[in-house]
């Protein structure tokens, strides 16, 4: 008998438990109505502004703990499996992740291509002091970094340059002859000093490094050239693919780049 009148005692408290919010709420709704119509302080009664806005959210918790009640149909796990699909869709939308995304492959290649260049020209910059102990006056007729570690490449030891050699050096330096001649004459009167074979080695081993280094960021401008007349063609055509790319990766998406204010884009 004890346990059917806890039972009784426990309903009766959940509905006038329900019974009280929902009175709660119904006051609520009438101040509202009030204050939307500019009657603060009409009545004595009235609540400040402060303690409005404090049982406001009052009854927004009290709503969402006993909204089961309310729906019909709403069942105890469903409130949960909403928040969770909210949360992600969220997640989902701030983390911008689309692998349907075209402008994506552009935003990482010019990226990396910035990369590339500063690594490049630090990388040259290393190898024209390396290598200029033993031939200094190279640097000052090759200023191309990537005809300078082909030249080195070929090069080696500055004492196996000679007349025959020129072909050889007019081919790295597109067809130059004028400029192939200066090197060999500037070989002959070297002020550098010879170097070991084993550090001849390492300069190679850095100039072979810097060199498939260029060769892959020509191939990846080519590709980025090529996805930019793919994706943005009219972009492309007005300010070039490298520009035009730079302002996709700093609008962050082709679609911000289109809906951006005017004003905006023209400080990008």
């Known amino acids: 008998m004890s346990d059917l009148q806890q039972t009784i005692n426990d309903a009766l408290y959940e509905k006038q438990k329900v019974a009280d919010t ?6 609520m709704l009438k101040r509202y109505k009030a204050a939307a119509a500019g009657n603060f302080g009409v009545q ?42 909210l949360a992600h869709s969220y997640s989902r939308s701030k983390v911008k992740f689309n692998v349907n995304r075209q402008d994506n492959m552009i935003i990482q290649s010019i990226s990396l291509l910035d990369t590339l260049d500063k690594d490049i020209n630090t990388f040259s910059m290393r190898i024209k002091e390396w290598y200029g102990w033993h031939f200094p006056e190279l640097v000052k007729i ?3 970094n990537y005809k300078y570690a082909r030249c080195v490449k ?11 050699s020129v072909d050889m050096l007019q081919e790295i ?18 002020m550098g000093y010879d170097i070991s074979e084993v550090d001849m ?24 050239n090529s996805r930019m007349h793919s994706v943005a063609p009219n972009l492309s055509a007005l300010i070039g693919e490298i ?21 905006c884009r023209e400080r990008v």
């Open 22 to 27: 929902t009175a709660m709420m119904q006051r």
């Open 44 to 85: 004595a009664g009235d609540l400040s502004l402060l303690d409005a806005q404090r049982e406001r959210d009052s009854v927004l918790r009290a709503v969402r703990l006993h909204q089961t009640r309310y729906i019909k149909g709403l069942e105890e796990g469903d409130q949960q499996k909403a928040s969770l699909g």
């Open 142 to 144: 090759v200023s191309d």
């Open 154 to 164: 070929a090069v080696k030891a500055k004492s196996s340059l000679s007349d025959e």
């Open 173 to 190: 330096l597109d067809d130059d002859e004028g400029m192939a001649k200066q090197v060999v004459e500037a070989a002959k009167t070297s």
């Open 201 to 224: 080695t390492n300069v190679q081993t850095f100039a072979d490094r810097v060199i498939n280094l260029e060769e892959y960021r020509q191939r990846l401008r080519e590709y980025l």
């Open 243 to 263: 520009v035009g790319a730079r302002l996709i990766s700093h609008a962050g998406s082709l679609t911000n780049l289109e809906i951006g204010r005017a004003s």
